[in-house]
């Protein structure tokens, strides 16, 4: 499964992929909404890959590696790897991992399962150039179009003001705020069902988003 974008490829997961993802993952400006905040190690990193990759075998859907289309000087203000001691991927389109764009079931909020939750993450290289929101714009079109799904929500810590941002612009609406039993967070969950979509609820004028991190799983 791929999806390309002007600027993008969504595609599934290979295992040299941490190199990329291991210095994004031990960022703790990346993961300071995540979970309880913590950075993860490069074994961690690994493990998250083989368990997304097992989504997509289990669910049908799951979090898509996102690429830029060609090097990362293709992209004004990111230089090779996109962090500190990241480095570019080594898929076909030779450009560099840039984080994931995708979905998955927010086990983490029982209060409002079951759901598909459209998150992302990505380097801090490369926020501020709009790429959480085109990628988005993309997985919100396989999730109704192909997947079918009757309802996505996204969920992000009540301070990440930036990704609420493109999650309005992705035509979502705030539906509650509640707290994450594990971590005692407060979190803001965004809904956009699929009659809304279909109807034209996403905005696809919108200007590019800023945030780089959304989803607290």
Partial sequence: M??????????????????????????????????????RTREETAAAIAAYEQAWDTLGFGLFAVELRGGPGDMPGVGPGGVPGGRSGSGGSGGALVGWVGLAEPEFLPEIMPAVEIGWRLGRAYWGLGIATEAAREVLRFAFAYARLPRVVSICDVRNTASMQVMRRLGMAEERETVVPAYGKRVKVYTLSRGRYLAGAADASGTAGTAGTAGTG
């Avoid at 290979?14 to 995540?34: G, K, N, Q, S």
């Fill in 2 to 39: 791929e999806i390309e974008t002007d600027r993008l490829l969504l595609r599934r997961w290979r295992a040299d992929d941490v190199e990329a993802l291991a210095p994004m993952y031990a960022d703790p400006e990346v993961m300071r909404f995540i979970r309880d905040g913590g950075v």
